[in-house]
Every structure is written in structure tokens, then in C-alpha cells.
């Protein structure tokens, strides 16, 4: 079983900044992506960053120049480093992983951390 463990959020605020940590851990055989999605109050789920296994970042439209996300591949970590924090940034934040377990190794999975909060005061 692969699992996710996410730690960094907190109260900040606005124009703060917060780093939020992800580190996947089980019997892992390869993982493609790592992101962030994260989720306010009364709207849907939304990516906020990936980075692919090859290295390749995308962000969305509302956090790019403020957000970077970052990977080791050999310790299967992803941060992601949040400056110029807004109110309208408050959210859960998941860290996901799309990822081939041992147990399986010819399928891709998504896995979900549990969501750390991240809170912007105005």
C-alpha cells in the first residue's frame, strides 16, 4: 500500500508564506507525477501545481510567480513553497501521486494524502 503524509499548513497572514511537505512511503515501484490539488469551502477540487517524473511543471493560472513545487525522485518527497500567501488561497491542500505499487507494476494509481489546512487572513 502506498501512502502520502502531507505536513506544513498552518495561519498565516496575507503575503506570508508557507512550505507544505509531502512524503510517499509503502511499497513503491515507480511514481509518475507529484502535485498539489487543494479545495475551498463550497468549490470543487483544483490542481494547484504537478511535476511529471520527467520534470516537467505545471501550475495553475492563479499561483504561478508566487508558488514552486519542487520533487526528489530518490526520496520520493515533493514541497511545495507558497509565497505572497492571499486570503482567496485558503484551503484544504492534498498532495497527490500518481504511482505503480510493487504489489502491481503494470498499473498506475492515484493516492491521496489526507489534506493539511492552509489558512490566509486578510
Not at 509531502?22 to 511535476?51: D, H, T
Not at 495553475?60 to 486570503?87: C, E, W, Y
Not at 484544504?92 to 505499487?101: F, H, I, L, R, S
Amino acid at each position: 500500500q502506498v501512502q502520502l503524509v502531507e505536513s506544513g499548513g498552518g495561519l498565516v497572514q496575507a503575503g506570508g508564506s508557507l512550505r507544505l511537505s509531502c512524503a510517499a512511503s509503502g511499497s513503491i515501484f515507480s511514481i509518475n507525477a507529484m502535485g498539489w490539488y487543494r479545495q475551498a469551502p463550497g468549490k470543487q477540487r483544483e490542481l494547484v501545481a504537478v511535476v511529471s517524473s520527467g520534470g516537467s511543471i505545471n501550475y495553475a493560472g492563479s499561483v504561478k510567480g508566487r508558488f514552486t513545487i519542487s520533487r526528489d525522485n530518490a526520496k520520493n518527497t515533493t514541497h511545495l513553497q507558497m509565497n505572497s500567501l492571499k486570503p482567496e488561497d485558503t484551503a484544504v491542500y492534498y498532495c497527490n501521486a500518481e504511482a505503480t505499487p510493487q504489489s502491481a507494476r503494470y498499473y498506475l494509481f492515484n493516492y491521496w494524502g489526507q489534506g493539511t489546512q492552509v489558512t490566509v487572513s486578510s
